[in-house]
């Protein structure tokens, strides 16, 4: 498959590099898209000067720092534009290991719509962090996938592999969440079109550079997100069985 690996980045000028080099080692026939929000230490023209030593590597400069989702929005819709067969979304920060992409698209050619790199199935870890963050993180989860019906373990994970076809079928350049709320409606819109998932283990790390663009707001307005979505596809549904008891 032709295929494209979205980096969404915003000062992450200590990593990308080292990030580019890992990912053409894992997939050397792929396409780079780095997606920057104007990063001010200079993030972009690393990734270029970068780019024209390795081949395959493009850079996309936003104007201003507009979030993730619109960045993998912008990132993403472009690999459309430019007829992708696959297309992966992977952080910058080396919390996902460039090692597994392989294996992410290999379930894709095994017949999976969405391959999701998943910190909770078997094999998967999450070391050094924290109880309570832990804690959060899989009971958010759990919440999210109870709610919206989604038949995965890691509803929030951000390393992923798309089918083109999923891609425009939920419609993603239309999604309107932002932050990790994105990944979540893309799951979710992703059970609506009967999606086939499949997760891939992964030891999630935190990043060593750098600092991470996780708060706690995003995480609640995630979480409203979620009820939100779930709540009126339970509305939905109990209106169509009132109209077919008729």
Known sequence: MR???????????????????????ALPS????????????????????????????????????????????????????????????????????????????????DGADVAIGSRYVAGGSIPNWPAYRRALSRYGNRYAVALLGLDVRDATAGFRAYRA???????????????????????HRGVLCGARAAEVPITFTDRVRGTSKMSVRTMVESMALVTWWGLRARARRLGRGRRSDR
């Open 165 to 187: 076809d999923l891609l425009r079928a939920i419609e993603v350049t239309g999604t309107r969440a932002n932050g990790y709320g994105f990944l979540l409606e893309l799951s």
């Open 30 to 109: 792929a396409d780079v898209l780095v997606v920057d929000d104007n990063s001010p230490d200079g993030t972009a023209d690393r990734a270029e000067a970068l780019g024209a030593d390795l081949g395959q590597v493009k850079v996309l400069r936003r104007p201003v720092k507009d979030g993730l989702g619109n960045a993998y929005r912008a990132g993403l819709g472009t690999g459309l534009d430019e007829g992708y067969d696959a297309l992966v979304q992977i952080d910058a920060d080396f919390s996902h290991d460039p090692a597994v992409l392989p294996e992410l698209l290999a379930r894709l050619e």
């Open 3 to 25: 295929t494209l690996v979205v980096v969404p980045t915003y000062q992450e000028a200590d990593n990308i590099e080292a990030l580019l080099r890992r990912v053409r080692e």
